[in-house]
């Protein structure tokens, strides 16, 4: 079944790493996505990975995917204030037409 | 220049009421997204049109009619408002069908008194 779990709190200090995890159910899945959302704001797409890729990497972003373990993560380097909100984990299948199932949220805090 | 846009942004409204939610997009994509999300923060897509057509339709209370009079518009109307629909509505666009980004809408909180 469509299933994302993500945990919901995580707090780091400003200038660490922020390592945030998910876990999916489906293996069919074909695009994994991280979305950001700021308070009272929508969702801006972070960056996504395809179900082929082990890692993906963008500036400060990191994205490792174990399609074993249906383990995505994503890790942002020297984490900054600004860098606090809800991250969402996504996950698209073939012939979904693009239907997205969502984990929970996990919400980041970054503290000085 | 704003890319997906909703309107109203706040929606205060009684039990009972009939409402709607209008969204549109000037990136001329062909598909277009209602989501739904609640006080957890837990989002769930509702419908989804591409050029127009019903594509997605989850499970959701035949209370809720989207509308695509074209392909930059989908509007939600909501009958019989119950205090259970109260939750922030996204609007989303993409490209495509196949893995395409959606652009998400700034969301419109309603509130069902």
């Known amino acids: 079944g469509e299933d994302v779990e993500q945990s919901l709190f995580l707090s780091v200090r400003e200038g660490d790493s922020s390592v945030i995890n998910c876990t999916y159910t489906d293996s069919s899945s074909t695009y994994l996505y991280w979305y950001k959302q700021e308070p009272g704001a929508g969702l801006q797409l972070l960056t996504y990975?395809?179900?082929?890729?082990d890692m993906k990497q963008d500036q400060r972003l990191t994205v490792l995917l174990n399609k074993k373990d249906k383990h995505l993560s994503l890790r942002i380097a020297d984490t900054q204030t600004g860098d606090s909100a809800i991250y969402f984990c996504?996950?698209?299948?073939?012939?979904?037409?693009?239907?997205?199932?969502f984990g929970a949220g996990t919400r980041l805090a970054v503290h000085p | 220049d704003t890319a997906v846009s909703q309107t109203p942004k706040y929606l205060v409204t009684q039990m009972g009421n009939d409402k709607s939610i209008k969204c549109e997009q000037n990136?001329?994509?062909?598909?277009m997204y209602w989501y739904k999300q609640d006080s957890k923060k837990f989002l769930k897509i509702m419908f989804s049109y591409n050029n127009k057509e019903l594509i997605i339709n989850e499970t959701v209370p035949n209370r809720f009619s989207p509308k695509s009079p074209d392909k930059a518009h989908l509007n939600l109307h909501i009958n019989s408002l119950e205090l259970g629909d109260s939750a922030v509505y996204f609007c989303?666009?993409?490209?495509?069908?196949?893995?395409?980004?959606?652009?998400f809408g700034p969301g419109t909180r309603l509130t069902v008194l």
């Open positions: 990975i395809f179900s082929n890729m």
């Open positions: 996504a996950e698209s299948f073939p012939g979904g037409y693009n239907k997205l199932i």
């Open positions: 989303a666009s993409s490209q495509g069908t196949s893995g395409n980004e959606q652009f």
């Open positions: 990136l001329g994509h062909d598909t």
